[in-house]
């Protein structure tokens, strides 16, 4: 089993910048990708950003503002957001996978507000 626990959500204005971390505990050596999630309100929930090895890849929405990186030493997963916007405001979820398989590996979320 995988633990993750994320934080560093809040209150920001538009424009501004924001960093979540995840941290990840438990089967960590079975972990073969990490990404983030996001849910708003009456939305489906969609990848933002994942990171496999070396290799990165983010939503349309997000590219050029946020970036996805991995302390394998720290077993934590970071997402730097800059420039957020009002659409930017969603829960956003931690997630880790297996090799072969799919994000089944959540966790409780962290709110990201952005006000105009």
């Known amino acids: 089993q995988v633990q993750l626990v994320e934080s560093g959500g809040g209150l920001v204005q538009a424009g501004g910048s924001l960093t979540l971390s995840c941290a990840a505990s438990g089967n960590i050596s079975s972990i073969y990708a990490m990404g983030w999630y996001r849910q708003a309100p009456g939305e489906r929930r969609e990848l933002v950003a994942a990171i496999t090895g070396g290799s990165t890849n983010y939503a349309d929405s997000v590219k050029g503002r946020f970036t996805v990186s991995r302390d394998n030493a720290k077993n934590t997963l970071y997402l730097q957001m800059n420039s957020l916007k009002p659409e930017d405001t969603a829960v956003y979820y931690c997630?880790?996978?297996?090799?072969?398989?799919?994000?089944?590996?959540w966790g409780q979320g962290t709110q990201v507000t952005v006000s105009s």
């Open positions: 997630a880790a996978r297996r090799r072969g398989g799919t994000f089944g590996y």
